[in-house]
């Protein structure tokens, strides 16, 4: 069983910047592809970007390209989400998500339903 506990969520203004922080345990890190996805309220919950196994694919929505950047560091159990250039469109509250399913088509890890396991979201406020 793996546990995800994201932090650094925040209220920002729009144009800045944040980092969100996923840690993760009870697994073994380096053999999950881990994604970022987010839920405003009243929509339902997103696709954001995620990393595979090393790190070395890396996809991403058309709504964040550019601004946004996953990253990991397998030797702490972490994935992060820098983002920059924020927008008010952004607010929601983020979650960080693990899958251990390997698939070949990259469309596979930007649904939810390829993730085993989902930490508790952290909210992100942009204001205008």
């Known amino acids: 069983q793996v546990q995800l506990v994201e932090s650094g969520g925040g209220l920002v203004q729009a144009g800045g910047s944040l980092r969100l922080s996923c840690a993760a345990s009870g697994g073994t890190f380096s053999t999950y592809a881990m994604g970022w996805f987010r839920q405003a309220p009243g929509k339902e919950r997103e696709f954001v970007a995620t990393s595979t196994w090393s790190g070395g694919s890396t996809y991403y929505a058309d709504s964040v390209k550019g601004r946004f950047t996953i990253s990991r560091d397998n030797a702490k159990n972490t994935v992060y989400l820098q983002m920059n250039w924020l927008k008010p469109e952004d607010t929601a509250v983020y979650y960080c998500?693990?899958?251990?399913?390997?698939?070949?088509?990259?469309?596979?890890?930007?649904?939810?339903?390829?993730?085993?396991?989902w930490g508790q979201g952290t909210q992100v406020t942009v204001s205008s």
């Open positions: 998500a693990a899958c251990s399913i390997r698939r070949y088509e990259s469309t596979w890890y930007a649904q939810k339903v390829a993730y085993n396991y």
